[in-house]
């Protein structure tokens, strides 16, 4: 939490009149609220948390059209989750727990139907035309990618994005990656899950934005469409580090963090 309220790139969002920190807020709600549905005992109580996800998650694409790239990632780790839960790679036991878990969902579908029914059509239209004409971000380049994580963290406009601090950002990013590796194959079944459903919504949503950007359609690539993603991001890190605690030297946790803060 210190690490998310210490970024400039989310004070930055944070004092913006707009829609992107209703945006992170309902985002939030709705990854916290997914794991409690998803692992709740009673049947009954699983819809219900599933029914305050659904509403969560078309509340969110209410606010803005790329929150829609959150589904993905909750869906993937649905369905990584209903398979580990199987204990086995037999396709038939995989497919029997994917539609037990269908089956407790649906409210989820029905309330996000119910919340954006009467708005998709007109979504649908904004985005056909925003498409058929230039839009203001300009094309993906070699630069977009990592001037984008530049941003994040110096709240440097990525066409401004030093190519020398571009790596060592990267470098840093991928220590981390490789932390959070480490650490999710020592982890308990609970912190595999927590990993897991972070490690989902910080990656797949920035995949998909930049496949939708890519020629020919128009580029929406940027870090205010993923903001929740980012983030989380922050948090994907302290918690890599904290459950690698043990395997990391106190003086390389520091160091972590200090690379990360600076």
């Known amino acids: 939490l210190a690490l998310a309220s210490l970024s400039p790139f989310l004070i930055w ?30 049947s009954n109580k699983s819809r219900i948390l599933f029914a305050i996800y659904g509403v969560l998650i078309g509340l969110s694409l209410l606010t803005h059209y790329y929150a829609i790239l959150l589904i993905p990632a909750h869906l993937a780790w649905i369905v990584t989750m209903s398979i580990r839960a199987t204990g086995t790679k037999n396709i038939s036991s995989i497919i029997k727990a994917l539609l037990q878990c269908g089956a407790r969902a649906w409210p989820a579908m029905l309330a996000f139907i119910i919340v954006t029914s009467w708005w998709m059509p007109l979504a649908i239209t904004q985005y056909i035309n925003t498409q058929s004409q230039p839009f203001w971000l300009p094309p993906l380049r070699a630069s977009t990618f990592p001037g984008i994580f530049v941003n994040v963290i ?10 020398l601090l571009s790596c060592i950002l990267a470098a840093i990013g991928l220590g981390c990656a490789i932390i959070t590796i480490i650490t999710y194959r020592s982890a308990t079944p609970h912190q595999k899950g927590t990993l897991l459903l972070l490690s989902c919504i910080v990656i797949i949503p920035i995949i998909l934005l930049f496949l939708l950007s890519l020629p020919p359609r128009q580029p929406s690539f940027t870090e205010r469409y993923l903001s929740v993603s980012f983030f989380l991001l922050p948090w994907l890190v302290t918690i890599g580090l904290f459950l690698h605690r043990k395997a990391i030297p106190r003086s390389g946790q520091h160091i972590a963090l200090l690379l990360y803060l600076a």
């Open 13 to 42: 969002l944070s004092t913006e009149a707009r829609m992107y920190a209703l945006l992170i807020l309902l985002g939030m709600l709705a990854t916290h609220v997914l794991p409690k549905a998803f692992y709740a005992y009673s």
């Open 154 to 163: 110096y709240n440097i406009h990525w066409l401004d994005a030093d190519w």
